[in-house]
């Protein structure tokens, strides 16, 4: 089962009052849920997901979305969908793919979900059931992107924020470029910036040692963090990507700054927002942020509808080939607790048979009693030989009459969960 919210329906401001703090945490604390079993969270700018596996699939279902009231700053009935089953791992390879990205088939959504997915894996919140789920989506992910073009052009929201801003100014030749924040996303910017040859191009960042390792990259030079606004003068473009709680460029901090008849173009991809809606009301600026970055994505997918057809029927594929994989491991599951089931009855007889055995005769040494060990083993193993075979096989053809009938003949009513 899946909780998500994500831009295709929520603003920037939902995107931010959704978020979870930090993941390995969250992951945590929906894991100590009652009834959930697995857990992975995903969140990134555009988007919160929670993936689970459950007991009870609408019992738990409302302990999510308890949690999700108690630990989201909106009003989460208003914003939160639920998937579950094949169409939760459809979305996830999709995902993974990047053909739910704003920016349509970006390469940076695939390893936030390679992230996400070692922070569940070191936490210890994911077991076999999410951990086949995410296994296939990040080779899927790689695969559409080896065998299809889905990846051209814009590929990420920092590629997608430089492509906007070369739209506005024409070329980014004679331009100043600003780029705040050293991670993930100011990387992208950067390394498409480096493609555009700009005028120039500064970091700033709060840990000045990254910042400079970014600069250098890019040919560049870094500031400290706290002297960034005494460049604004000279700046044409600013490009804002920094994990900052709170806004770290506000109206008063752009007073005086911009000089009459010069123009600042101010790009904030960062969530929650670095950039204070109040400074768009200063002239000669224009703030663009997230919200308009879903232009890019519209006009990549007029281009790129041909590769994503390619990009489904890989996914189609690999999405049938997933399934035929959990359904084998059904089949596995229930076979392992026939054999758990069988053998406690096997120790429960052996050990009254042993114990008979003992007052018939004055001592029951240890070869007999390996003896019995091996006659009782052996019958176990087969007569259950043939009934695990026809399991085995039901579930890897779908037969679920039949694994419904074996669930019931061998009462195994609690071996079956949802996801």
């Not at 801003?165 to 924040?181: H, M, P, R, S, Y």
């Not at 910042?211 to 706290?226: H, N, Q, T, Y």
Request: glycine residues 8%.
């Amino acid at each position: 089962m899946g909780l998500q919210i994500t831009y295709e329906w929520a603003e920037v401001e939902e995107l931010e009052a959704a978020r979870l703090g930090k993941s390995c945490k969250a992951c945590c604390q929906i894991a100590d849920l009652k009834g959930i079993e697995e857990c992975v969270v995903l969140q990134t700018c555009n988007r919160v997901e929670i993936y689970t596996v459950v007991s009870e699939l609408q019992r738990d279902k409302g302990r999510l979305r308890k949690y999700a009231q108690t630990s989201m700053d909106l009003a989460v009935g208003d914003y939160i969908k639920f998937l579950s089953g094949v169409e939760l791992l459809e979305h996830l390879l999709r995902l993974a793919c990047g053909l739910e990205s704003m920016v349509f088939g970006e390469d940076q959504i695939l390893g936030q979900i390679e992230e996400e997915y070692e922070t569940a894996q070191k936490e210890g919140t994911i077991g076999k059931v999410l951990n086949k789920a995410f296994e296939k989506s990040i080779m899927v992910g790689k695969k559409v992107r080896t065998e299809t073009d889905i990846n051209r052009g814009p590929t990420s929201v920092g590629s997608a924020a430089v492509g906007l801003a070369e739209e506005l100014f024409g070329t980014l030749e004679d331009k100043n470029i600003l780029i705040i924040g050293a991670g993930e996303t100011a990387r992208l910017v950067g390394k498409s910036l480096k493609e555009r040859n700009p005028g120039s191009v500064t970091v700033a960042n709060r840990t000045y040692e990254r910042g400079l390792k970014l600069a250098r990259k890019l040919d560049g030079e870094v500031v400290e963090f706290s002297d960034f606004t005494k460049l604004l003068p000279d700046t044409d473009v600013i490009i804002s990507a920094t994990g900052a709680p709170h806004f770290i460029l506000e109206k008063r901090d752009m007073k005086g700054l911009i000089s009459p008849g010069e123009n600042l173009l101010i790009i904030d991809v960062a969530n929650p927002r670095d950039v204070s809606e109040e400074v768009s009301e200063i002239e000669n600026i224009e703030l663009c942020d997230l919200d308009n970055l879903q232009q890019v994505r519209d006009r990549n997918l007029e281009k790129r509808n041909e590769e994503a057809d390619k990009a489904e029927s890989i996914i189609e594929k690999e999405l049938d080939s997933l399934l035929k994989e959990y359904e084998g491991m059904e089949g596995d599951k229930m076979a392992s607790e026939i054999h758990r089931k069988a053998e406690e009855i096997r120790e429960r007889e052996m050990s009254r048979a042993v114990r008979r055995l003992k007052k018939c005769t004055d001592s029951v040494n240890g070869v007999e009693v390996e003896v019995l060990e091996d006659l009782t083993r052996g019958l176990v193993r087969k007569t259950l030989h043939d009934p695990m075979s026809q399991i085995r096989e039901a579930s890897r053809e779908g037969d679920k009459e039949l694994l419904e009938a074996a669930e019931k003949l061998f009462d195994l009513s609690e071996t079956r969960k949802d996801s």
